[in-house]
Every structure is written in C-alpha cells, then in structure tokens.
T-cell receptor, first 114, second 111 residues
Framework: DSGVTQTPKHLITATGQRVTLRCSPRSGDLSVYWYQQSLDQGLQFLIQ???????AKGNILERFSAQQFPDLHSELNLSSLELGDSALYFC?????????????FGPGTRLTVL | GQSLEQPSEVTAVEGAIVQINCTYQTSGFYGLSWYQQHDGGAPTFLSYNALDGLEETGRFSSFLSRSDSYGYLLLQELQMKDSASYFCAVILDNYGQNFVFGPGTRLSVLP
C-alpha cells in the first residue's frame, strides 16, 4: 500500500459524458501527478501539481482538466468523453515534486467509456 | 517529438541475470527513471540516473550513458516475483517531473 488513495476504483460511462476522478496523496506529500495508461498509448504523463499550483504539463487533452485543492487532494476532470478515453488513470504523489523525488502511485481508476 | 525504445519482451530463468535496454530521443533530458509494474498493479519506482554510470540498489542496477542516449536496467538473481513489465522514463526538465515513458518490456521469469 503506497498511501495514495484514488476513487472510484472503476467507472463506466457513456460517450459525451463528464467524470471526475479523485486522488488523495500520501500524508506530507505536496505534489500530485496524473497519468493515463491505455493499451495503444502506453503510460502517459498528463499533469503535475505542487502545493495547489500547476508545475508540469504533459499530453493532457483540452477536454481534460485538473486541480489540486488546499487540503492537497486532487481531481482530474474528463469531459466530452470518447471511446478512446477508456484507460487506467493513475495518480501519484511525491514530497516536493522535484525531478529526483520518488513518486508513489495509487491503485488507479479504471475508466470504461461505452 | 519524443521517442523511447525498449524490447517488448524478455524471458529468463530464476537465478539468472537480465538486462533491459532503453534508448531515447527526446527534446530535453534531465534524468532516466525505471519503474516496475505487475499485472493489474500500479507502477513502482525502481531507480533514477541523472549522471553517467551505474547505480546499484540491491539486486537491481541501472546504467546511463548520456552521450549514447542509452540506459539499461540490470536485474540479478532473478526471482519469480520479478515477472512484470518494466518501463524506462525520461525526465525532460529539472523543474517539475515532465515524463516521457517507454513502451515497456514484459519480463517473464521461468522456473
């Protein structure tokens, strides 16, 4: 158990819908990351937050957005969902968000878009 | 664009040594990380190299050659529990952790 929690564990929805994925970092960690893992695209970094502010941005679509709240939990919002958005979404956290920090991954949210 | 290459599959027997290579072509480079992921599980961090050379952590070692844009993960004294997928990841800059991941190598350890 990494100490990072993600909810929900599974999510099934329809195309065109909007969903919110939630992540709580390990106690004491200030930085949160979001990743998408799919069979065709592999593991992709989406976005990183540090203490409430966006720090790094990867291959995140404009239909996706994220934020980190004052209590340091984070939410990833996915809108206008397409079949190709079906994937495993991981959240990770680290102490300070620097390049040498170890990231601890949560168990993931499996999103299925029908 | 960003490009990382890894072998798709590697098979070895218990007790053996295996090397998983990673070559990269990226717009920036700050360091190379390795992650392990068991089927159905989350990635777990294994190692990190920012400088050329070998980093050793128990049975696992990781090597980097920045001039060759190449690194590898060396797993010694293989155990059945090492059967998993292994990903290399390039950290593109030194501010955040903007990663690009390789496609992953599936390691199967046979008895």
């Amino acid at each position: 158990d990494s100490g990072v929690t993600q909810t929900p564990k599974h999510l099934i929805t329809a195309t065109g819908q909007r969903v919110t994925l939630r992540c709580s970092p390990r106690s004491g960690d200030l930085s949160v990351y979001w990743y998408q893992q799919s069979l065709d695209q592999g593991l992709q970094f989406l976005i990183q937050y540090y203490n409430g502010e966006e720090r790094a941005k990867g291959n995140i679509l404009e239909r996706f957005s994220a934020q980190q709240f004052p209590d340091l939990h984070s939410e990833l919002n996915l809108s206008s969902l397409e079949l190709g958005d079906s994937a495993l979404y991981f959240c990770a956290s680290s102490v300070a968000g620097g390049p040498t920090d170890t990231q601890y991954f949560g168990p993931g949210t499996r999103l299925t878009v029908l | 664009g960003q490009s990382l290459e890894q072998p798709s599959e590697v098979t070895a027997v218990e007790g053996a040594i295996v090397q998983i290579n990673c070559t990269y072509q990226t717009s920036g480079f700050y360091g190379l990380s390795w992650y392990q992921q068991h089927d159905g599980g989350a990635p777990t961090f294994l190692s990190y190299n920012a400088l050329d050379g070998l980093e050793e952590t128990g049975r696992f070692s990781s090597f980097l050659s920045r001039s060759d844009s190449y690194g590898y993960l060396l797993l010694q004294e293989l155990q059945m529990k090492d059967s998993a997928s292994y990903f290399c990841a390039v950290i593109l800059d030194n501010y955040g952790q903007n990663f690009v991941f390789g496609p992953g190598t599936r390691l199967s350890v046979l008895p």
